[in-house]
């Protein structure tokens, strides 16, 4: 090795830039980072449905510049796209994609992290790109944002939900719960504000949307205690509701059809899509059946500890939602700092501990929290709803966009205790 161990850090959104930074926060100048992304910024993907109830063009405030970041921590950025990985070699291939037509070069680690997201296959959804609608990028929010606001939209019955997921499995990977959708947050944050926004142009409410999932029930991974509430709350609200999907068969001009059989007449149709691994990380060493990476509870791959993976490529990632990929950031971070910087914990290293902590958007300037790891055999669940976690997940873009996604370590902890005691 090295006598500075270079540590590449595949994937710069929101798990690969944090993590970057803490590694350079634990490891300190003994290590060279460097980061690679196809584009140079950031999209902050969770606050695309507040642009787009605004009638604001979401790519015009939700893409971060972060090299200026990534320069005050001496950190190295590579604009490429990754061609494949060879972790006998330890080197990555690459094109660089600033001008179409480059060459693929070759790039070697000591240590890799791997934060690549994954691939969202709306391709294999038919009619999807021609009758459907998501939130899942500033592209799409945009083209939502117009269908809404130029007035293509009639007031017609709209869908909201997912396709079915196809979660990695591997006897090397610690004991999870399998889950049957990517994440259901989303759906179930858009269902509550697009009400509003409805009921406040006059085109309807709740009563114009359904929900589906293509599991026994939407959102499992928030745990039995606040389904118990949610679900009766959007039965008295009036909204659809349609379980056991099986997954999305096709999109038409007048509906949505599932692989159970059923269909719904719909006149939009808001999808999430199945989460796949990226086909350069599919039968690997070290990945699952489906291409997510294996790791253990410190976020390392067990046959090849050198190698690392957070946020939506690692295979432990259920649900695939940003708080994980955040903690996940800094568990990996001091293991490094420990192992090859200059970090000295007065304790163990605390592994990986599952929790959902989500806070979305319900229109009129108020909000939903949910603080839960029943899913995974805990005893927390809070659910709450009110204006204090609205201004919350505005706050946490602010603090984001401020510290170019290095969160204090106090800043999801303070986020918790806030909201885990105080709404209005």
Known sequence: MAAQPHILVLGCNFAGLTTARYIREYAGDEVKITCMDRKPYLAFIPNIPIEVWNNNNPERSLHLPFIKFLDRD??????????????????????????????????????????????????????????????????????????????SYKGGPIVIGSDYFQQGKSDKLPDIPTAEAACEGPPVEISFSMAEWLQKRGLGGPENITLFTPAEVIAEDAGEQILDQLLPMFDEMGYGYQANTKGIKRLYEDGIEFEDGSSLEAEMKIIFPNWEAHDFLKKLPISDDQGFIITDLHMRNPDYPEVFAVGDAASITVP??????????????????QEIGGYDPDEKIDPLEFELVCMGDMGDHKGFYMHTDEWWGGDTSILKMGYTPHMLKMGFKSM??????????WGLPMSEFIADRTMI
Do not use: C, W
């Open 74 to 151: 001496n950190i190295d950025f590579i604009q490429g796209e990754v061609q494949g990985i060879d972790v006998e070699t330890k080197s990555v291939d690459f094109k660089p994609v600033e001008r179409s037509g480059s060459a693929t070069e070759e790039i070697d680690y000591d240590y890799l992290v791997i934060a690549l997201g994954n691939k969202l296959a709306f391709d294999d959804i038919e009619g999807f790109g021609k009758y459907g609608h998501t939130f899942t990028d500033t592209y799409y929010g945009d083209k939502v944002r117009r269908y809404l606001h130029d007035g």
């Open 320 to 337: 695939k939602i940003g708080s994980l990929g955040h903690m996940e950031a800094e568990v990996l971070a001091k293991v490094l700092g």
């Open 400 to 409: 984001y966009y401020t510290t170019g996604g290095k969160i204090p370590s």
